[in-house]
């Protein structure tokens, strides 16, 4: 396969990827936040804890916006922000106690639609889908 077939199928692979994604998580986020609200609280789930400079630079959101989304979140008591006891300049944001209850009911949405559009595979198909998973990850998507 040469890199411009491959590129192709990247593209094809990530479109399909984030039209099964909407399909997973529509509807799976609260209504007492926002689209981008539960894409920052969904990031900081997974990459916990996280400065609001890694959110700015994966949400590709100013920083401006960005402050103002986790001001909003902060007052919902979504999240906390922890100061760096060596430089009190620098802040990690993570979830709170309410912020990880509201991930949880999220996720579990999510992971019965993912179980429910597996659940015909076999054992074999199943363990080629997280094998290439691995690959993706180790590959492609670790920096």
């Given amino acids: 396969m040469d890199n411009n077939s491959l590129f192709n199928n990247f593209v094809l692979f990530t479109t399909s990827f984030h039209r099964v994604t909407h399909e997973f998580t529509k509807d799976a986020k609260s209504d007492l936040v926002s689209q981008i609200q539960y894409k920052i609280l969904e990031y900081i789930a997974v990459s916990q804890p996280v400065t609001p400079s890694d959110i700015n630079d994966c949400m590709n959101m100013s920083m401006p916006n960005t402050s103002r989304e986790l001001k ?10 922890i100061h760096d006891k060596d430089d009190r300049r620098k802040q990690y944001i993570r979830l709170s106690k309410e912020g990880k209850a509201m991930m949880n009911e999220s996720f579990a949405i999510i992971e019965s639609r993912f179980l429910e559009r597996v659940k ?19 590959k492609l ?3």
């Fill in 120 to 138: 015909d595979l076999s054992k074999e198909d199943l363990d080629e889908i997280e094998h290439a998973i691995n690959i993706f990850q180790t």
């Fill in 72 to 81: 909003k979140l902060s007052e919902k008591n979504l999240i906390e922000k």
């Fill in 141 to 143: 998507f670790n920096e």
